[in-house]
Each structure stands twice: as C-alpha cells, then as structure tokens.
Nanobody, 111 residues
Framework: QVQLVQSGGGLVQPGGSLNVTCVVS????????IRWYRQRPGREREYVAG???????NYRESVKGRFTASRDNDKNLVSLQMNDLKPEDTAVYYC?????WGQGTQVTVSS
C-alpha cells in the first residue's frame, strides 16, 4: 500500500517561514521525481516545485528564491522549505510521486 504522509505547515505571518515534509512508503523512492503542488482557495491545483533523485530541483517562477525542495533518499523523505511567505502562498500543499498524492497540508499566511 502506497502512502505519502505529510506533516508541517501551519499559520505564519507574511515574511515568515514554514516547512512541509512528505514521507513515502510502499513505493520505490530512489530514481523517482517528487513533485509539490498546491491548491489555493478558488483555484486549480498548480505545480510548485520538484526534486529529483540526483539533487536536481525545479520551481514555479513565483516561488523561486523563496522555496527550497530537498529530499533524503535514505529516509524516503522530501521537504519543502518555504521562506519569505506571502499571503498568496496560502494553500493546501500536496506531494506527489507518480500518481500517488499526499493527504495535503494547510499553509496559511496572514497577519
């Protein structure tokens, strides 16, 4: 049974930082690209960032320089470190491996 269990997130003021973590079980981890998506209120789910087994990363333009995707291949774990958060980053964040999704984690940026 494939499981992607997320943790972290929460409420932070603009300019603050949060981290979201995703642990993968029941699915091969090494060699697979892990993606982060988010769904902002009233909008379609959108790609945020990705992390490859080789350490490669990719980001949507609006989060470049603020978000960092990383992974620990020994622990089957991926993280999304989010700095300098803005109200428009408020969303439910999801991790994805192949077609398996995490349960989602709420990130709220508000003063």
């Amino acid at each position: 049974q494939v499981q992607l269990v997320q943790s972290g997130g929460g409420l932070v003021q603009p300019g603050g930082s949060l981290n979201v973590t995703c642990v993968v079980s029941g699915h091969p981890f090494n060699g697979y690209y892990i993606r982060w998506y988010r769904q902002r209120p009233g909008r379609e789910r959108e790609y945020v960032a990705g992390a490859g087994y080789d350490g490669s990363t990719n980001y949507r333009e609006s989060v470049k320089g603020r978000f960092t995707a990383s992974r620990d291949n020994d622990k089957n774990l991926v993280s999304l470190q989010m700095n300098d958060l803005k109200p428009e980053d408020t969303a439910v964040y999801y991790c994805l491996i192949e077609n398996y999704w995490g349960q989602g984690t709420q990130v709220t940026v508000s003063s």
